[in-house]
């Protein structure tokens, strides 16, 4: 037999067994465009994230780098914008979103910026870093980092609403084994402790959605975890996003062409496994674990419907049944909308609290002037560290108290089979929990540390009576949670309706 002939031959057969995907697929309805941009701090800019720290400035850049990633989808009729940033905190930034939406005709409130809560980036505060610092010499960097890093948000949402084109979206669901519940059991004498605590409720969802343009090409990837960004601790010197720099690269290393978006999800009390370090090297290694995690979902994900159809059977070896890969559809892409501002109850102190921490203030600032006589640096740096927590918190339990609730946006956006829910501040883990598993949707994304009213921890109810960090400083009374849980139930349920 001739090589024409063999070649004529295996021609046809070679195009038969090619695979339906993405790019054979009728068009979703929805548009999306994806952009991002480089917010790196410059190097000497106030990195004051802990109180226990020594040093003022950063004097290195991680170079897995620090990025402004903006997500816009739109269904023809409506857009929403989303945005990651490497920030400790999403607050004030309403003027960049005020801006973004004059620019783009995105309304403010379908607009959300997310921080993926770094501790390890820029930040100005006399409440961390060292005790009694004048501010004042670190205030012209950093307020010129804040307007430029306000400036690229504006930009990056604006670049990401042009490019919209055609998209198909999918999801899954999966397991990160990178994060512990941090509420440190203390004993005796010791307070609760932000730390490790292997027996506390702990949510190690991993929800990723992909989309694609109309080629099957990779657009963006959302990673959603819950994860305080705190590998890198006090003796760090580096400014970097922590761990979260290299899930990004990791994840856009499995899929080259897109960038990847982390949303941080309800972390209040959840920490890293390995962490409180000044070893740059291990926020590394739990990113890449976390991101290869996130990549093979990622990789799973079919973001039109697709499935085996039988063609008939093939005389081999082996008796073969043709079941190739055959594209029925696109995904749904319906884009829904709900907020609610929720009133849930305020923090308030009795005279009981505020007597016992008065006591604590008053003992710890005995114990600087011990420290003081004795001449031990670091004793005495740790004492007036010390005595400063107490002297805050006091300071903020006196506050005479606003009647009325506080107020706290719960929203909801719905793509299709999938939803994404967000609001401000550092939520208990086993709220965002109850609220994914009575989702009706196929993956629910639960996202924390977003623009919005209200902010700060929110504890669980049950959790007051261990006192800690977290308890002493929150915003809300128990109860809190309650409300929350049930504003964002209620949410998921509405924008479930057809």
């Not at 010791?190 to 506390?200: K, S």
């Not at 008065?358 to 001449?375: F, I, L, S, Y």
């Not at 006196?398 to 939803?419: H, M, N, S």
Request: hydrophobic share 40%.
């Amino acid at each position: 037999m001739s090589a024409k002939l063999l070649f004529l031959l295996a021609a046809p057969l070679a195009a038969e067994v090619v695979e339906q995907g993405t790019k054979d697929s009728a068009p979703s309805g929805l548009l999306a465009g994806v952009a991002r941009a480089d917010i790196s701090p410059p190097v000497g800019i106030a990195q004051m994230n802990w109180g226990s720290q020594t040093h003022i400035g950063g004097e290195s850049i991680d170079p897995a780098g620090f990025f402004a990633t903006a997500l816009v989808v739109s269904d023809g009729k409506q857009k929403f914008a989303m945005v990651d940033i490497d920030f400790i905190t999403s607050d004030g930034l309403e003027g960049a979103i005020a801006r973004a939406s004059q620019a783009t005709g995105i309304p403010t409130a379908h607009i959300r910026i997310g921080a993926s809560h770094t501790h390890a980036g820029p930040l100005l505060t006399a409440v961390k870093g060292p005790v009694g610092v004048d501010l004042g010499p670190f205030q012209k960097v950093f307020d010129s980092y804040r307007a430029a890093m306000a400036d690229k948000l504006v930009g990056v949402i604006v670049e990401a609403n042009s490019k919209l084109q055609p998209a198909h979206i999918g999801g899954a669901k999966g397991i990160g084994t990178i994060n512990v519940n941090r509420r440190f059991r203390g004993s005796g004498a010791n307070p609760p402790a932000v730390g490790r605590n292997p027996e506390g409720f702990l949510d190690r969802d991993l929800n990723v959605l992909r989309l694609d343009d109309a080629k099957g090409r990779t657009l963006a990837v959302l990673v959603n975890f819950q994860c305080h960004g705190t590998v890198l601790a006090f003796e760090n010197k580096v400014l970097s996003p922590d761990w979260i720099g290299m899930l990004r690269k990791t994840v856009e290393q499995a899929l080259p062409g897109a960038l990847c978006l982390y949303f941080q999800g309800a972390a209040g009390n959840q920490g890293p496994v390995e962490g409180f370090t000044g070893d740059l090297s291990v926020a590394h290694r739990l990113g890449t674990i976390l991101g290869h995690q996130a990549s093979a979902l990622a990789l799973q994900i079919d973001t039109v419907k697709r499935e085996p159809k039988f063609e008939g059977f093939v005389e081999s070896t082996a008796y073969q049944a043709r079941q190739y890969w055959r594209v029925t559809g696109p995904r749904d892409a319906r884009l829904k909308f709900a907020v609610n501002r929720v009133a849930v109850p305020r923090r308030t102190y009795s005279r009981q609290e505020i007597a016992g921490m008065q006591e604590r203030a008053d003992n710890a600032k005995a114990r600087v002037e011990e420290a003081r006589k004795a001449g031990d640096n670091w004793k005495l740096y740790q004492a007036e560290a010390r005595l400063r927590r107490f002297n805050d918190l006091l300071q903020m339990w006196k506050q005479p108290v606003e009647p009325g609730p506080r107020d706290v946006d719960v929203q909801v956006l719905r793509i299709g089979e999938f939803a994404i829910v967000a609001m401000p501040g550092e939520p208990f883990a086993e709220i965002g929990a109850a609220i994914k598993k009575a989702s009706p949707f196929a993956v629910t994304l639960f996202c924390g540390y977003s623009t919005g009213a209200g902010g700060d921890y929110m504890p669980i109810s049950e959790e007051f009576a261990h006192g800690g960090y977290e308890v002493e400083r929150t915003l809300y009374n128990p109860g809190a949670d309650a409300k929350i849980v049930d504003a964002g139930k209620a949410l998921l349920a509405e924008v479930a309706r057809n």
